[in-house]
């Protein structure tokens, strides 16, 4: 009985998963070509480095003219353009629209210069005159500008989002070709015993010889838990061999697994090399199937050894080990391709036609159905829609609408999309960004204030995200926030000398905007209606004088964007996003921004792990936040 060794006190399975968790299986992050990136996990965010689209362009056939050549044109008197030319899409413009003209444009061509509107094919007609224009159009209308679909500065995805056509899609569209990833862990897989054959080989079954199931069952095991699996040759019960190839395996790999060896019989030692090349962590585990299971540490890698039963080795692997490769590689938890779940706002339709809703998912927490539903739907054109959408609901073509509450059944892009741990909306904000990097798996669709504080009354959000003044009702629960300083994003140097608001308004400066819905723009606002009150006139005389007020674009740095190309001498915008892009700055004012909770998910997990890192970078502990004030 000295030759046989016991088991220790049996470890219960939470000390297991303990034990398990304690290990380093984690690679260094990489590099991967785009074209071999589906099913891997970003290791650092990635911001749009451009626009999508990188040009104005119109978002239907037509013509595109001055909107101010059309005001005032309808049925009964038309505005009739001379034509000077055409447009295709994907071809330069090769003439520019002066007043009184117009040129003809396909879908998704380049707006020629001097144009800045689109007048749809069917309120047109051909004349002798010209072309006929049969109803008024302003600034902007049937123009998708440069960055409405993915602004430049805007982040793209965060670290630990897992790769999916959607996401290859929009990489694609932002001209990414490779793509930091979490490295893949690699799981080396020595089988032990003096009975086992590999398939393939002759087996002698009178000498009690079966095949080997356990190392490709569990290196298949490996392949879907997200690890890169390594099959090392059969060891047998042999010592000197078992210890060669299990330090050769943790040479080359961050986890060994082996499978047999690992009961209390005389021949079973694989624990005795454990204890003599690493560190025995754990001999056994209070379960059924699988009481024989080793943890430990061998050289710098990390070892689990499994029962030689193929039940037991495969209970086992997919109860402690899986999770943790999956977590190693930032995977998610496996779960069904479809969802139950309830509509989180009454959706209406009625074109007759069976509608694929493209949805998002957000976990609602009020002790009913947990899983909501919302629409998220920006359009055909809009790649973001992929990235913000969870999955489809299939609606009926004789459907009305969906009801409020309705309960519906979501088709989920990839059995692997989990609801965010946190839904966010409102304003874009640099040092938002940099907070959201702290959450795991969080969405935040930045839709402006204005729209962040409807959604945020209307239940859906987990939290908005908001600034400037508004007087519109919400009555959420205040997380904290920060100030941030806006103004004027001009030229480095300034070479217009713009001192201020006033400039926009007195002198033949050009101006870009940003989206009504957006906090900057109600401060902006406010500050314009006080120069009004100072000069005894009305706002809208103001805006009327400055050129380029109505023609907006979307994202924090596409103002700035549009200075650096020379397409403005003034934009609205942050200190912050000047001094990242090494633009001049004329400061008008500081904004609160602040973040706020939805009052029935105060204690939802990623609403307080949001509201620690607020906590956190207002107390100096995130110091790339510096600059940011309370």
């Given at each position: 009985?000295s030759?046989r060794?016991?088991?220790?006190?049996l470890a219960?399975?939470?000390?297991?998963?303990?034990a398990?968790?304690s290990l380093?299986?984690s690679?260094?992050p990489?590099?991967?070509p785009?074209?071999?990136?589906?099913?891997?996990?970003?290791?650092?965010r990635?911001d749009?480095?451009?626009?999508v689209?990188?040009?104005?362009?119109?978002?239907?056939d037509?013509?595109a003219?001055?909107?101010?050549?059309?005001?005032?044109a309808?049925?009964?008197d038309?505005?009739?353009?001379?034509?000077i030319?055409?447009?295709?899409?994907?071809?330069?413009?090769d003439v520019?629209?002066?007043?009184?003209?117009?040129?003809?444009?396909?879908t998704?061509?380049?707006?020629?210069?001097?144009?800045?509107?689109?007048?749809m094919?069917?309120?047109?007609d051909?004349?002798?005159?010209?072309i006929?224009?049969?109803?008024s159009?302003?600034?902007?209308?049937?123009?998708?500008v440069a960055?409405?679909?993915v602004?430049?500065?805007?982040?793209?995805?965060?670290?630990?989002?897992?790769?999916?056509?959607?996401?290859i899609?929009?990489?694609?569209?932002?001209?990414?070709?490779?793509?930091?990833?979490?490295?893949?862990p690699?799981?080396?897989?020595?089988?032990?015993?003096?009975?086992?054959?590999?398939?393939g080989g002759?087996?002698?079954?009178?000498a009690?010889?079966?095949?080997d199931?356990n190392?490709?069952?569990?290196?298949?095991?490996v392949e879907?838990?997200?690890?890169?699996?390594?099959l090392?040759?059969?060891a047998?019960?042999?010592?000197?061999?078992?210890?060669?190839?299990?330090v050769?395996a943790?040479?080359?790999?961050?986890?060994v697994?082996?499978?047999?060896?690992?009961?209390?019989?005389?021949?079973?030692?694989?624990y005795?090399?454990?204890?003599?090349?690493?560190?025995?962590?754990l001999?056994?585990v209070?379960?059924?199937?699988g009481?024989?299971?080793?943890?430990g540490?061998l050289?710098d890698?990390?070892y689990?050894?499994l029962?030689?039963?193929p039940v037991?080795?495969?209970t086992?692997?997919r109860?402690?080990?899986a999770p943790?490769?999956?977590?190693?590689a930032?995977?998610?938890e496996?779960?069904?391709a479809?969802?139950?779940g309830?509509?989180?706002?009454?959706?209406?339709?009625?074109?007759?036609r069976?509608?694929?809703?493209?949805?998002?998912?957000?976990?609602?927490g009020?002790?009913?159905?947990?899983t909501?539903?919302?629409?998220?739907?920006?359009?055909?054109?809009?790649?973001t829609?992929?990235?913000?959408a969870?999955?489809?609901?299939?609606?009926?073509?004789?459907?009305?609408y969906?009801?409020?509450?309705?309960?519906?059944?979501?088709?989920?892009?990839s059995?692997d999309?989990?609801?965010?741990?946190?839904?966010g909306?409102?304003?874009d904000?640099p040092?938002?960004?940099?907070?959201?990097?702290?959450?795991?798996?969080?969405r935040?669709?930045d839709?402006?204030s204005?729209?962040g504080?409807r959604?945020?009354?209307?239940?859906?959000?987990?939290?908005?995200?908001?600034?400037?003044?508004?007087?519109?009702?919400?009555?959420?629960v205040?997380?904290?926030?920060?100030?941030?300083?806006?103004?004027?994003v001009?030229?480095?140097?300034?070479?217009a000398?713009?001192d201020?608001?006033?400039?926009?308004?007195?002198?033949?400066?050009?101006?870009?905007?940003?989206a009504?819905?957006?906090?900057?723009?109600?401060?902006l606002?406010?500050e314009?209606?006080r120069?009004?009150?100072?000069?005894?006139?009305?706002?809208?005389d103001?805006?009327?004088?400055?050129?380029?007020?109505e023609?907006t674009v979307?994202?924090?740095?596409?103002?700035?964007?549009k200075?650096?190309?020379?397409?403005?001498?003034?934009?609205?915008?942050?200190?912050?996003?000047?001094?990242?892009?090494d633009?001049?700055?004329?400061p008008?004012?500081t904004?609160?921004?602040?973040?706020?909770?939805?009052?029935?998910?105060?204690?939802k997990?990623g609403?307080?792990?949001?509201e620690?890192?607020?906590?956190?970078?207002?107390d100096?502990?995130?110091?790339?936040?510096d600059?940011?004030?309370a």
């Open positions: 009985m030759d060794r016991q088991f220790r006190d219960s399975p939470a000390a297991a998963r303990e398990v968790d380093d299986l690679p260094e990489e590099r991967v785009l074209d071999e990136a589906r099913g891997r996990v970003l290791a650092e990635i749009a480095e451009l626009d689209p990188g040009f104005d362009r119109a978002s239907v037509g013509y003219v001055r909107a101010s050549d059309t005001f005032g309808d049925e009964a038309p505005a009739v353009l001379d034509l030319g055409t447009v295709h899409a994907g071809a330069e413009p520019e629209v002066r007043d009184g003209t117009c040129a003809e444009i396909s998704g061509a380049v707006l020629p210069p001097g144009a800045d509107a689109v007048v094919v069917e309120r047109t051909e004349t002798d005159a010209g006929a224009i049969r109803t159009v302003a600034p902007g209308d049937r123009v998708m960055g409405a679909d602004a430049a500065g805007s982040r793209a995805f965060g670290p630990g989002t897992l790769i999916t056509p959607r996401e899609g929009l990489l694609s569209a932002l001209g990414v070709d490779t793509v930091p990833v979490r490295g893949t690699t799981v080396g897989i020595v089988s032990t015993g003096d009975e086992l054959v590999r398939p002759d087996l002698h079954s009178e009690g010889q079966i095949y199931v190392s490709y069952t569990i290196a298949a095991g879907e838990a997200g690890g890169e699996a390594v090392y040759p059969h047998g019960d042999d010592y000197d061999e078992m210890e060669r190839l299990l050769e943790a040479d080359e790999c961050d986890l697994l082996s499978s047999g060896s690992t009961s209390a019989s005389a021949v079973d030692v694989i005795r090399v454990i204890e003599s090349e690493g560190e025995l962590l001999h056994g209070s379960v059924k199937p009481k024989p299971m080793l943890v540490r050289e890698s990390a689990v050894g029962p030689g039963y037991s080795a495969l086992i692997f109860t402690f080990v943790a490769i999956r977590e190693a930032g995977l998610p496996p779960r069904t479809t969802v139950e309830r509509m989180a706002v009454r959706e209406r339709y009625s074109e007759g069976t509608r694929l809703m493209p949805v998002g998912l957000v976990e609602a009020d002790g009913e159905a947990d909501l539903v919302y629409p998220v739907d920006k359009g055909s054109g809009a790649t829609s992929l990235v913000e969870d999955g489809i609901v299939e609606v009926d073509a004789d459907t009305d969906l009801a409020e509450g309705e309960r519906v059944t979501v088709q989920l892009f059995p999309v989990r609801p965010p741990t946190l839904l909306v409102g304003e904000d040092a938002l960004s940099r907070l959201l990097d702290r959450l795991e798996r969080p935040y669709l839709v402006g204005r729209q504080r959604r945020l009354r209307d239940g859906v959000p987990d939290v908005a995200v908001v600034s400037g003044p508004t007087d519109r009702d919400v009555d959420p205040d997380l904290g926030g920060w100030t941030r300083e806006w103004g004027l001009v030229p480095a140097g300034n070479p000398g713009v201020g608001l006033a400039d926009l308004v007195d002198r033949d400066l050009r101006f870009v905007n940003r009504t819905d957006a906090g900057l723009r109600a401060s606002d406010a314009l209606d120069l009004a009150d100072r000069r005894a006139t009305e706002r809208r103001l805006t009327a004088a400055i050129d380029g007020y023609l979307k994202g924090f740095e596409s103002p700035a964007r200075v650096l190309d020379g397409a403005a001498d003034a934009g609205l915008g942050l200190r912050a996003t000047a001094d990242t892009l633009c001049g700055f004329v008008v004012g904004e609160s921004v602040r973040v706020l909770a939805n009052p029935d998910r105060t204690d997990p609403v307080t792990a949001l620690r890192a607020v906590e956190s970078a207002l100096g502990a995130v110091a790339d936040l600059g940011f004030e």
